[in-house]
Structure formats: C-alpha cells, structure tokens
C-alpha cells in the first residue's frame, strides 16, 4: 500500500516543480492550467510561498525565489560524495579538453550535479541543478542500464519525449541501446539530447546500483579514435572515483 501524500505539502511541491521547470514566469491561470489545481486553493498557496520569499511575482506572474536556491545549494553542500566528483571532473577535463558532467539519476531523469567547461568554450549553458530526461542523455543510459529491462519499463514514462530526430523514442530500441552499454561498460548517445553534440557516460559503482555517472560532451564529428581516447580516459578516471568514494566509506 503506498503512504498517503498530504495535500497541501504535494500541490506546494508541484507548483515549485512547474515554475522550475518553466523558462519564463507563470501566471496564475497558466499555474492552474499545468497543475489542475483548484484557483482559491492555488491562489491561497501562491501568496504564502511568496510571502515566505520561495517564490517571486512580477507583474502578475510567478517565477521561483531566493529560498529555493538556499535550499538547492544545501543539498549539494551536504552531499559527501560531491567534493571527489568534483577534483574528478577537474583532472578528467584537464586530461581530455572537454566539458565533463558528474550527474545523479532522479527517477526518469538525470540531475546535474557539477559540470567542468571546456577551456575555449564560448558559449556556456548552465547544467548544475538542471534535469533532463534520462533516456536522451547518455548520463541517463549508463544509469538505466545499472537496472532490468522490467525496472527501466517501470521506471521511464509511457510516451518518451523526442528532443531531436536522433532520440530514441522507442521503448524496444531503448532496452536494446541499454544492453549494449551493459556489454561495453559505457553509454554512448550522439546528437540525441543536442543537435551536434556527442556525449559517453560511464556509472561510478561506488553504490549499487549505481546512482551518479561522469559524462564528456564533445563535437558530434569527432571521429572514433577520438572518442576512444576519451572514452578510456573516463573509464579510468570514473573507476578511481568510485574506488576512493569506496575508501571513503561513502555510500
């Protein structure tokens, strides 16, 4: 039997999920059309979520406030295993030149929890703290592939959201994509995510399954030596990750 969830504290959740999620400020009839929320009882949340500065209004539209980032910096100062994923990322990209990620799997999604630009980047997206569905990225293949086929149908939505025509939006072709990473030992998705963007993910098995996983983003045109040289320098640089992490006594 699953834990009955209390109203109010899971619609406050959903209406901070949806502003997250949106690239601009909602008004309150968008609101309640994304969540289906009653008017009188979203209006009513909305003012104390604004008077308790989680959420900001101009204007007549919503968008999330300063407190929601306290929070979100707390969790990734709180987290024990960051600080080594991190001095990873930092001698993975000065190894192999190219922006890397270190990301944890939320349910269908991947969460980035610190990423290491590329030293000539010129134009710099925003990654820590952004979610992007797990089936897309190669970040999320390698952490699908950590579970069963049957775990991976439970787990992703029905209908899996296209993102360029490269996507995989098949659940067939997906678990076949996934056994193939089991074999390899590493996940490699090209131009699926971002037109021109290449990505290998390899899961820090520091738990089990694993949860996190590092990932490089490179030009899609790179040809295979190149990605092979990466590929194996993001192997050993992910297993000395999670032999440490191990050591460490971070579970």
Do not use: N
Request: contains cysteine.
């Amino acid at each position: 039997m699953e834990p009955q969830l209390v109203k109010s504290a899971e619609r406050t959740v959903r209406i901070l999920e949806a502003l997250a999620a949106s690239p601009e400020a909602l008004t309150l009839s968008q609101l309640q059309q994304r969540t289906g929320f009653p008017r009188s009882s979203l209006h009513a949340l909305m003012r104390t979520l604004v008077e308790l500065k989680w959420v900001e209004t101009d204007s007549g539209a919503f968008g999330i406030g300063p407190h929601a980032l306290l929070t979100g910096t707390a969790y990734l100062d709180k987290d024990p295993a960051l600080p080594f994923a991190q001095q990873a990322l930092e001698d993975l990209r000065d190894e192999i030149g190219h922006t890397v990620h270190f990301a944890r799997r939320d349910e269908a999604h991947v969460l980035y929890l610190a990423t290491r630009e590329s030293r000539d980047a010129h134009h710099v997206i925003p990654r820590v703290g952004r979610r992007l569905p797990a089936h897309v990225t190669a970040l999320g293949q390698a952490l699908l592939a950590q579970l069963t086929d049957d775990e991976v149908a439970a787990v992703l939505p029905r209908s899996l959201e296209a993102m360029t025509e490269h996507t995989i939006t098949d659940l067939v072709k997906l678990t076949e994509e996934l056994d193939q990473v089991r074999t390899r030992g590493w996940a490699h998705e090209r131009e699926q995510g971002t037109p021109g963007v290449a990505c290998v993910a390899v899961a820090v098995d520091y738990r089990i399954p694993a949860t996190d996983a590092i990932s490089c983003s490179m030009p899609a045109e790179l040809g295979p030596a190149h990605v092979e040289r990466i590929t194996q320098a993001m192997i050993t640089h992910t297993r000395r990750l999670a032999a440490t992490l191990r050591r460490e006594g971070i579970r």
